[in-house]
């Protein structure tokens, strides 16, 4: 018969040695630990953009800022971006073929899940009635091609910020 091992001292020692080690460890802000929590959790772009090299230049603007990206050409290929992963922001040109900007945002903003995400049209089209439009739509912002790099990314982020804090 074997004899019954008695643990209970093992198990203290090592309790006492981790709780003497976490206490000499050093406090971090609140602050600072939510500045760093928030650089781990990663933004989704969606980006529905015809043109290639438009595509292209968004994907170098944002994917060294750290965002994760969904790209479409158009509506068709909308089913293909989307799965689990919750998109954070919308950037939609208005001149796509078979379903326009307009239109896709009104679908957009019409479906459960994804009217409260904020929506930024970025198109070389920008008269007075698109503007317009855009905004009688539910866009959070237009910017008009060509654009200022750096007031996009603002942008993008500004809206991400006040989109958490609408949560």
Known sequence: ???????????????KMTKARIASQEVVPLSQFREAKKKLEVKTLLIIEDDESMRAALQR???PEGYQL???????????????????LILLDIGLPWV???????L?????????????????SASEEDVKQAFSLGA?????????V?????????LLKLHVSDR
């Open 61 to 63: 603007i944002f994917e």
């Open 1 to 15: 018969m074997s004899k019954r091992i008695n643990t209970r001292d093992l198990v203290s020692k090592i309790e």
């Open 140 to 148: 959070d912002d237009f910017v008009k091609k060509p654009f200022d």
């Open 100 to 106: 326009n900007g307009f239109e896709l945002a009104q």
């Open 150 to 158: 750096d007031k996009l990314r603002k942008t993008v982020s500004t």
């Open 70 to 88: 969904k790209i479409a050409a158009d509506a068709t290929e909308l089913s293909k971006v989307f799965d689990d992963t919750p998109i954070d």
């Open 108 to 124: 957009l903003k019409e479906h459960k899940d994804l009217k409260g995400i904020p929506l930024v049209f970025v198109s070389g």
